[in-house]
């Protein structure tokens, strides 16, 4: 994340556009700050979740220019519990910018992402969706060099499962096993459509 943003910073200094430069650095440092004071903590409330994801959002908006449409939504349960409701930092951003690294990056034309907040059953459920290429292409698109790239990406993700499973086992008594699900996208010929990942807490 971090090599991404810079990379889109020396992106608008190198076509000297200073006004949208300054604006990745400024949203860019907030992002490191919040991630600094994040990892000092155990837990963080589901009001700071919400406000660390909306500004990454809106740097991601600014680093993809018209290239993403982003459709965050989070419903009034949600908004209603959100201060008193902590988990982990930094569990859902990893799976949201594996939807912009890998599906939309490589994207023809504009894409989009849904990120969706809910809670039922005392779980949270969020459900992080793109229009993107797909995991199957992703994984066309990636040659030899690239292949330690991909290494990393999944243990990205294993990695984020396994808190998410350790966090859930030392809080749930209902003893839901299904935390992560990524589910493939496709249009009727078969033909990839995206990805869907639903995450409970």
């Known amino acids: 994340f971090i090599l991404n943003a ?5 992106q608008y200094v190198a076509t000297k556009d200073t006004k ?16 600094f004071e994040h990892s000092k903590e155990s837990l963080i409330t589901l009001e700071e979740e919400i406000h660390f994801l ?7 908006k600014l680093r993809f220019e018209d290239k993403v449409r982003i459709h965050f939504f ?11 409701y902590s988990f982990p930092p930094l569990m ?3 799976i949201v910018e594996n939807a912009f690294k890998h ?3 490589h994207k023809e034309g504009t894409g989009d992402l849904w990120l969706d907040l809910k ?7 969020c459900t992080i969706e793109d229009n993107g290429i797909g995991r199957d292409n992703v994984r066309i698109l990636t040659n030899n060099s690239k292949i ?6 999944r243990a990205g993700i294993d990695t984020t499962l396994q808190r998410i499973k350790i966090w859930n086992e030392s809080q749930s008594k209902n003893g839901k096993e299904r935390y992560l699900e990524i589910i493939d996208l496709a249009h009727e010929n078969k033909q990839a459509k995206g990805t869907k990942v639903i995450m409970v807490l």
């Open 103 to 105: 599906g939309l990056f």
């Open 148 to 153: 330690i790239k991909e290494q990393s990406s």
């Open 6 to 10: 810079l990379n889109a910073v020396q």
């Open 92 to 94: 859902i951003q990893p």
């Open 20 to 35: 949208n430069a300054l604006l990745q650095i400024s949203k860019f440092s907030k992002l490191i700050r919040i991630i």
């Open 74 to 84: 989070v419903s009034e349960e949600v908004i209603s519990i959100q201060q008193n």
């Open 119 to 125: 809670v039922k059953d005392d779980l949270l459920y």
């Open 54 to 60: 909306n500004l990454y959002l809106d740097f991601e």
